[in-house]
């Protein structure tokens, strides 16, 4: 299947920095997700969007959906030890109800 | 909160074993999904249903079979297992309708094939 675009592929960060990655696809997307996987874990939702333009925030998270719904991007501000892990985009293209295309994911690595 | 679970975090089988992947969700949800998840081959879908007794194939769907008997449990089955079906298994649930196709994923099966 389809898969999103999704950058970059690794960060090595000092905490307190702040993050930024997003994702791009060839098609519209209907809805746009970001997830957080930590290491033997499943993915956790952290934010979801649903309209274009929509930018929306979880804590230190923040999230938009791209105005030509056609890309996201996710920023970390003030990263921490815990902010470790694999972050990855999904969406809904138009069209393909209930199942959802992963981006590639990007790994975090936050050091002290 | 949405709570999705799966009968078993790690498991050991051996080649031509039948095995069996619960997984149940306590939201009432119409979708339930399950991926295997590979190094360097991210997230791939299996199988999902829309609806009791209902499936349809994903991406991957050779040498899988599902079972949706009950609206919360959604079984993912194995019917030899095989050296390359080692892999992270993960399971998802969502409402169903535009705002509520977010899935949420339990906490994956660790399936090792001997």
């Known amino acids: 299947g389809q898969q999103l675009n999704q950058s970059p592929q690794s960060m090595f960060i000092q905490e307190g920095e702040d993050v930024s990655m997003n994702c791009t696809s060839s098609s519209i997307f209907n809805t746009w997700l970001w997830y957080k996987q930590d290491p033997g874990e499943g993915p956790v939702l952290l934010i979801a969007l649903y309209k274009a333009g929509e930018l929306t925030s979880n804590g230190r998270l923040t999230a938009q959906f791209g105005i030509t719904r056609k890309d996201s991007f996710l920023n970390i501000s003030a990263s921490i030890p815990s902010d470790v892990g694999i972050y990855f985009c999904a969406g809904h293209p138009t069209g393909t109800a209930s199942k959802l295309t992963f981006g590639t994911g990007t790994r975090l690595q936050v050091t002290l | 909160d949405v709570k999705v679970t799966q009968s078993s975090r790690y498991l050991v089988k051996r080649t031509g074993e039948k095995v069996f992947l619960e997984c149940v969700q306590d939201?009432?949800?119409?979708?339930m999904f399950w991926y295997r998840q590979d190094p360097g081959l991210g997230l791939r879908l299996i199988y999902f249903s829309y609806d009791v007794k209902m499936k349809e194939k994903g991406d991957i769907p050779e040498g899988y079979s599902v079972s949706r008997e009950k609206k919360e449990r959604f079984s993912l089955i194995l019917e030899s297992a095989s050296t390359n079906q080692t892999s992270m298994y993960l399971c998802?649930?969502?409402?169903?309708?535009?705002?509520?196709?977010?899935?949420?994923f339990g906490p994956g099966t660790r399936l090792l094939v001997l």
């Open positions: 939201m009432d949800h119409e979708n």
């Open positions: 998802a649930s969502s409402q169903g309708g535009l705002r509520q196709e977010t899935q949420y």
